[in-house]
């Protein structure tokens, strides 16, 4: 059983940054994908990115390329979230989730997930 700690949210404004951390514990974390998803009020949860358990490639959604980076630390048992340029549609609760697959950008995908972490985005 792999439990997931999301932390590192909070209340920023447009344009700032902001790093998500995702520590794990209760399994082999260099042998799970790790996946970051979001959920905005009145919306159904949706795929951020994610990052594979072998040598670490990377997949974002679109809307999110070129401003979001995901990274890990084995070491660590810690994913990390690195949010640029926030907007307000950024606004959302943000899980990262653990997967046995080598990659997945489905929800399906996942065993394991956070509680999720609020991240505030004013204009």
């Known amino acids: 059983q792999v439990q997931l700690v999301e932390s590192g949210g909070g209340l920023v404004q447009a344009g700032d940054s902001l790093r998500l951390s995702c520590a794990a514990s209760g399994g082999t974390f260099s042998r799970y994908a790790m996946g970051w998803f979001r959920q905005a009020p009145g919306k159904e949860r949706e795929f951020v990115g994610t990052?594979?358990?072998?040598?670490?490639?990377?997949y974002y959604a679109e809307f999110v390329k070129g401003r979001f980076t995901i990274s890990r630390d084995n070491a660590k048992s810690t994913v990390y979230l690195e949010m640029n340029s926030l907007k307000p549609e950024d606004t959302a609760v943000y899980y990262c989730a653990a997967s046995r697959l080598l990659w997945s950008k489905d929800e399906a995908g996942y065993d394991y997930w956070g509680q999720g972490t609020q991240v505030t985005v004013s204009s």
């Open positions: 990052i594979s358990w072998s040598v670490g490639i990377t």
